[in-house]
Nanobody, 115 residues
Framework: QVQLVESGGGLVQAGGSLRLSCVCS????????MGWYRQAPGKQRELVAT???????NYADSVKGRFTISRDNAKNTVYLQMNTLKPEDTAVYYC?????????WGQGTQITVSS
């Protein structure tokens, strides 16, 4: 059974930083894409950043220049370094892992940015 376990969420003041981690464990074959999505209250889930197995990254315009996604393929782990956080970054952040056969989601971790 595949499990995605996120960590690193919490409460931070505007302008601060946080780092999210997501460890993927279990019987998973050949991860292609790893990424982060977020969902704010009353809004749809949206892409934050993704990184493919070759290292190419993609970011939402709202986080470009502030967030950095990275991955450790040996550890099946994806990270999200979030700098210069803004109140509008407040949301539940979900880890996402994709293989050729299916997509897996983490349980989500709350990020709250106070002004």
């Amino acid at each position: 059974q595949v499990q995605l376990v996120e960590s690193g969420g919490g409460l931070v003041q505007a302008g601060g930083s946080l780092r999210l981690s997501c460890v993927c464990s279990g019987n998973i074959f050949k991860i292609n894409t790893m990424g982060w999505y977020r969902q704010a209250p009353g809004k749809q889930r949206e892409l934050v950043a993704t990184i493919i197995s070759g290292g190419r990254t993609n970011y939402a315009d709202s986080v470009k220049g502030r967030f950095t996604i990275s991955r450790d393929n040996a550890k099946n782990t994806v990270y999200l370094q979030m700098n210069t956080l803004k109140p509008e970054d407040t949301a539940v952040y979900y880890c996402n892992v994709g293989t050729a056969y299916r997509i897996y989601w983490g349980q989500g971790t709350q990020i709250t940015v106070s002004s």
